[in-house]
């Protein structure tokens, strides 16, 4: 069997627009090889919830700066509540400390700050969706 | 005495250039080009040669066009800039009283940055919850805005808004001013950022009507101003969105003049008169760490609008020449790393906007790579701004690297460049038709990539990111300043009672006008939005109206 390139989903959910971060990690991604969903900002957590269903995506990145990021335990327990707990998100942005403890206890995989390199990234995706599929194989 | 040594017979006939040469190459580091961020390759040495220009054409003097050395005679010696930094958070209550301990501490001009939700054109009770007041304040009525400007003289304070079209905010900020009897004549401030196509392009915040409606919008919006607000300046043209999201200096410029085109093309075609509307355009610029190019890039912003006014649009008033910019340092260039860093950097990028002759500024605080600045940072910020002012000399003389061999060679390789960019979106047909295949998104897309490329290669340092790092922990971070959730609670209560209270059928009626209007080309649809907000209609009740009859604008993004 051959293996498939990590499918990940990068998007905004909230109202800011700002999308600088999300179309840089997006194109990286791509570049690195990766299968990549990329939505426009603005996007309805059900929405984003839909997208990640009808693609089987592994990961999905959220890309927050202006506190967008308040609203990203929403979407995990919509996730969960549509049974897609074992796809992984990330959050990338400007992310306070004390925030970034609340985000991981949503069970958000990782948070990554201002300053992050774009291989790092990308190797914290390969690895996320190692981990999912390894998890789905049985 | 130390007398130079040199290499016998043979040196003695060199020139002082070629020895110059010679030594240079022996020592220098690299002998591989240095770059800009622009793309710019710029010379270890710049000398008499390599600026022959004639003074009075292409320099001249301040107050003279084309310009170059700044729009005013007596530039910073006259009035130095105007300190404008944002505020906005919380609620109406919340922002006045930040406000009015703004105006006590010597502030001049308003700054009111609304909520996100605001900017995207809802209500408080149509968004989440979490959301509100943590970035902008929750102003959606005329009362709101009552609260929020109350204690200020409309007459005497500079209002400048963060207002998308359908100009909302301002149309509550003069139903505020009918009701305290103040002539809109006198209200004088900005519509921050009108200009639609650099939110449609880059950061997508004021954004909300699909672009054929936002363009009618804001030549309504223009032609209102210029009839009943006449002190107002309704277009401000931005290159800091465009700078923020990746495009180069030159780029950003050059896409903001395109802009500024497009705009005064489409007040001509509505018949108005250049010099009654062009003296209202005024500019907004990203400011980044590169101190010379950016120097450079406003001197030539300004000699190209210069030409650009009196040539093609056959401006004759003076002050439609006039290249007005308020600068921002950048945002983009902080790092959350070792973050007091940051108070170095916003002084270097705050250096090379009073340089390039800005006449506004907001300085960034250290920690808005953290989150938004906390009190503590912007005090630090505002008084980065009164050092530079008053304890550097720096405006002691005009345009002080006018002449500089260096500064002015490159004000003209990037007025090249900025010309460049220029005619390839002109050959597209214009910024609007550009913007709308997405030549200028791929553009900026590129740009960003590849500087994120060169921070990750070393090739561009970032001090505490890919270089000098240290361990840190929290301490160095502060929290993030949140809005009461009680205050908001009671807020969105108040705000639902407003609705239930006022008189239904006025509110009905100048919807009704309002949907009228977007389907009728010869009525001015900013005027219908002002009567809206007098009839007590909310921000996205106004909004809705306008989203369903002009359509919703999704931004094309092309990653």
Same mark, same amino acid.
């Given at each position: 069997?051959?293996?498939?390139?990590?499918?990940?989903?990068?998007?905004?959910?909230?109202?800011?627009?700002?999308?600088?971060? $999300?179309?840089?990690? =997006?194109?990286?991604?791509?570049?690195?090889?990766?299968?990549?969903?990329?939505?426009?900002?603005?996007?309805? /957590?059900?929405?984003?919830?839909?997208?990640?269903?009808?693609?089987?995506?592994?990961?999905?990145?959220? $890309?927050?700066?202006?506190?967008?990021?308040?609203?990203?335990?929403?979407?995990?327990?919509?996730?969960?509540?549509?049974?897609?707990?074992? /796809?992984?998100?990330?959050?990338?942005? /400007?992310?306070?400390?004390?925030?970034?403890?609340?985000?991981?206890? =949503?069970?958000?995989?990782?948070?990554?700050?201002?300053?992050?390199?774009?291989?790092?990234?990308?190797?914290?995706?390969?690895?996320?969706?190692?981990?999912?599929?390894?998890?789905?194989?049985? | 005495?130390?007398?130079?040594?040199?290499?016998?017979?043979?040196?003695?006939?060199?020139?002082?250039?070629?020895?110059?040469?010679?030594?240079?190459?022996?020592?220098?580091?690299?002998?591989?080009?240095?770059?800009?961020?622009?793309?710019?390759?710029?010379?270890?040495?710049?000398?008499?040669?390599?600026?022959?220009?004639?003074?009075?054409?292409?320099?001249?003097?301040?107050?003279?066009?084309?310009?170059?050395?700044?729009?005013?005679?007596? +530039?910073?010696?006259?009035?130095?800039?105007?300190?404008?930094?944002?505020?906005?958070?919380?609620?109406?209550?919340?922002?006045?009283?930040?406000?009015?301990?703004?105006?006590?501490?010597?502030?001049?001009?308003?700054?009111?940055?609304?909520?996100?939700?605001?900017?995207?054109?809802?209500? +408080?009770?149509?968004?989440?919850?979490?959301?509100?007041?943590?970035?902008?304040?929750?102003?959606?009525?005329?009362?709101?805005?009552?609260?929020?400007?109350?204690?200020?003289?409309?007459?005497?304070?500079?209002?400048?808004?963060?207002?998308?079209?359908?100009?909302?905010?301002?149309?509550?900020?003069?139903?505020?001013?009918?009701?305290?009897?103040?002539?809109?004549?006198?209200?004088?401030?900005?519509?921050?950022?009108?200009?639609?196509?650099?939110?449609?392009?880059?950061?997508?915040?004021?954004?909300?009507?699909?672009?054929?409606?936002?363009?009618?919008?804001?030549?309504?919006?223009?032609?209102?101003?210029?009839?009943?607000?006449?002190?107002?300046?309704?277009?401000?043209?931005?290159?800091?969105?465009?700078?923020?999201?990746?495009?180069?200096?030159?780029?950003?410029?050059?896409?903001?003049?395109?802009?500024?085109?497009?705009?005064?093309?489409?007040?001509?075609?509505?018949?108005?008169?250049?010099?009654?509307?062009?003296?209202?355009?005024?500019?907004?610029?990203?400011?980044?760490?590169?101190?010379?190019?950016?120097?450079? &890039?406003?001197?030539?912003?300004?000699?190209?609008?210069?030409?650009?006014?009196?040539?093609?649009?056959?401006?004759?008033?003076?002050?439609?020449?006039?290249?007005?910019?308020?600068?921002?340092?950048?945002?983009?260039?902080?790092?959350?790393?070792?973050?007091?860093?940051?108070?170095?950097?916003?002084?270097?990028?705050?250096?090379?906007?009073?340089?390039?002759?800005?006449?506004?500024?907001?300085?960034?605080?250290?920690?808005?790579?953290?989150?938004?600045?906390?009190?503590?940072?912007?005090?630090?910020?505002?008084?980065?701004?009164?050092?530079?002012?008053?304890?550097?000399?720096?405006?002691?003389?005009?345009?002080?690297?006018?002449?500089?061999?260096?500064? %002015?060679?490159?004000?003209?390789?990037? %007025?090249?460049?900025?010309?460049?960019?220029?005619?390839?979106?002109?050959?597209?047909?214009?910024?609007?038709?550009?913007?709308?295949?997405?030549?200028?998104?791929?553009?900026?897309?590129?740009?960003?990539?590849?500087?994120?490329?060169?921070? %990750?290669?070393?090739?561009?340092?970032?001090?505490?990111?890919?270089?000098?790092?240290?361990?840190?922990?929290?301490?160095?971070?502060?929290?993030?300043?949140?809005?009461?959730?009680?205050?908001?609670?009671?807020?969105?209560?108040?705000? &639902?009672?407003?609705?239930?209270?006022?008189?239904?059928?006025?509110?009905?009626?100048?919807?009704?006008?309002?949907?009228?209007?977007?389907?009728?080309?010869?009525?001015?649809?900013?005027?219908?939005?002002?009567?809206?907000?007098?009839?007590?209609?909310?921000?996205?009740?106004?909004?809705?109206?306008?989203?369903? %009859?002009?359509?919703?604008?999704?931004?094309?993004?092309?990653?």
């Amino acid at each position: 069997m051959t293996t498939q390139p990590p499918k990940v989903l990068v998007t905004k959910i909230g109202l800011d627009g700002h999308d600088r971060g $999300s179309r840089v990690v =997006a194109s990286a991604l791509r570049d690195a090889g990766m299968e990549v969903v990329y939505t426009p900002p603005w996007q309805d /957590i059900a929405a984003v919830v839909k997208l990640a269903m009808e693609e089987d995506v592994d990961v999905i990145g959220v $890309s927050s700066l202006a506190t967008d990021h308040l609203i990203v335990p929403k979407l995990m327990q919509a996730l969960r509540a549509a049974g897609l707990q074992d /796809i992984a998100v990330i959050v990338g942005g /400007i992310v306070p400390d004390a925030d970034e403890a609340k985000l991981l206890e =949503a069970g958000v995989a990782k948070v990554f700050h201002p300053g992050s390199s774009l291989a790092d990234i990308a190797a914290e995706v390969g690895r996320l969706t190692r981990a999912r599929r390894a998890l789905n194989v049985t | 005495m130390n007398k130079p040594v040199d290499a016998g017979t043979l040196a003695a006939q060199e020139t002082a250039d070629e020895r110059w040469q010679r030594e240079f190459a022996a020592s220098a580091r690299s002998d591989k080009p240095t770059r800009n961020r622009s793309g710019v390759e710029v010379k270890p040495l710049y000398t008499p040669q390599d600026w022959s220009g004639d003074y009075a054409a292409e320099l001249g003097y301040p107050g003279q066009a084309p310009y170059t050395r700044g729009i005013y005679a007596s +530039m910073h010696r006259g009035r130095t800039w105007s300190q404008r930094q944002l505020i906005g958070l919380g609620t109406p209550a919340d922002y006045n009283a930040r406000l009015l301990e703004m105006i006590a501490q010597g502030t001049t001009a308003v700054s009111l940055i609304p909520c996100n939700s605001v900017f995207r054109g809802y209500d +408080m009770d149509e968004v989440h919850a979490e959301l509100l007041g943590t970035c902008g304040v929750v102003a959606n009525t005329v009362e709101h805005m009552e609260e929020c400007l109350a204690g200020v003289d409309l007459a005497r304070t500079s209002c400048a808004m963060n207002d998308p079209s359908p100009f909302t905010l301002f149309a509550l900020m003069l139903a505020t001013a009918k009701r305290r009897g103040v002539d809109w004549r006198t209200i004088s401030g900005t519509s921050n950022q009108s200009d639609y196509l650099s939110h449609y392009v880059a950061n997508h915040m004021f954004f909300r009507i699909a672009l054929p409606g936002a363009r009618r919008v804001l030549s309504d919006h223009i032609e209102f101003c210029n009839r009943h607000v006449p002190n107002w300046n309704p277009m401000s043209v931005v290159g800091q969105h465009m700078q923020q999201a990746g495009a180069t200096p030159a780029e950003a410029m050059a896409f903001t003049l395109s802009s500024a085109i497009q705009y005064a093309e489409d007040c001509r075609a509505r018949g108005m008169q250049v010099d009654a509307f062009l003296p209202r355009f005024t500019f907004f610029f990203d400011i980044s760490l590169s101190l010379f190019e950016e120097i450079a &890039k406003f001197r030539a912003g300004r000699r190209i609008w210069a030409r650009i006014t009196r040539e093609r649009f056959g401006a004759r008033d003076p002050r439609s020449w006039r290249f007005k910019f308020h600068g921002q340092t950048s945002g983009v260039d902080l790092t959350r790393q070792q973050p007091l860093n940051n108070i170095a950097r916003v002084t270097i990028q705050a250096m090379a906007g009073i340089f390039g002759g800005l006449q506004s500024l907001h300085t960034d605080a250290y920690d808005e790579a953290l989150s938004c600045p906390t009190e503590f940072g912007a005090r630090i910020a505002v008084n980065t701004q009164n050092i530079l002012r008053e304890e550097a000399h720096l405006t002691d003389v005009i345009d002080p690297l006018g002449g500089s061999y260096y500064v %002015e060679s490159l004000t003209d390789e990037m %007025e090249q460049k900025i010309l460049d960019v220029m005619a390839q979106v002109e050959s597209a047909g214009g910024m609007y038709a550009a913007v709308e295949q997405g030549l200028v998104q791929k553009m900026i897309g590129a740009s960003a990539r590849g500087f994120q490329e060169q921070v %990750e290669s070393g090739e561009q340092t970032v001090v505490g990111v890919n270089a000098y790092q240290v361990e840190e922990g929290a301490g160095e971070r502060q929290a993030l300043p949140t809005p009461d959730p009680a205050k908001m609670q009671s807020h969105i209560a108040a705000f &639902k009672a407003y609705k239930g209270a006022r008189s239904q059928a006025a509110v009905q009626a100048a919807q009704g006008r309002l949907a009228a209007a977007a389907g009728d080309p010869q009525q001015n649809l900013f005027e219908r939005v002002v009567e809206a907000a007098e009839a007590g209609c909310t921000h996205g009740e106004i909004c809705a109206t306008l989203r369903r %009859e002009l359509g919703f604008g999704q931004p094309l993004v092309m990653v």
